[in-house]
């Protein structure tokens, strides 16, 4: 088992930052993916950024060039840094660590840009 909990989130006026963490604990294999996910009021839960082991990362358009995600892996942990954020991006931000063909998803952190 794998249990990623995430903190960072909270209120930020548009065109603000905010830092994601997600630090993962259990049995935490060498190889894996780690990212970040969003859900926004009825809407379906939607990729933000993942992160391989190696660093090969892979970004949502929508968030290119604003966001960056990194990792540590000797700590387990990834992290989603969120520059000049909008409205839009307003959501609940899940951390999901994949290995061995099995998803663990965090229980979601908040994120609300105001305009």
């Known amino acids: 088992q794998v249990q990623p909990v995430e903190s960072g989130g909270g209120l930020v006026q548009a065109g603000g930052s905010l830092r994601l963490s997600c630090a993962a604990s259990?049995?935490?294999?060498?190889?894996?993916?780690m990212g970040w996910y969003r859900q926004a009021p009825g809407k379906q839960r939607e990729l933000v950024a993942t992160?391989?082991?190696?660093?090969?990362?892979n970004l949502a358009d929508s968030v290119k060039g604003r966001f960056t995600i990194s990792r540590d892996n000797a700590k387990a942990t990834v992290y989603l840094q969120m520059n000049s954020l909008k409205p839009e991006d307003t959501a609940v931000y899940y951390c999901?660590?994949?290995?061995?063909?099995?998803?663990?998803w965090g229980q979601g952190t908040q994120v609300t840009v105001s305009s």
């Open positions: 999901n660590v994949w290995q061995a063909g099995v998803n663990y």
């Open positions: 259990g049995n935490i294999f060498t190889t894996n993916y």
């Open positions: 992160i391989t082991t190696s660093g090969s990362t």
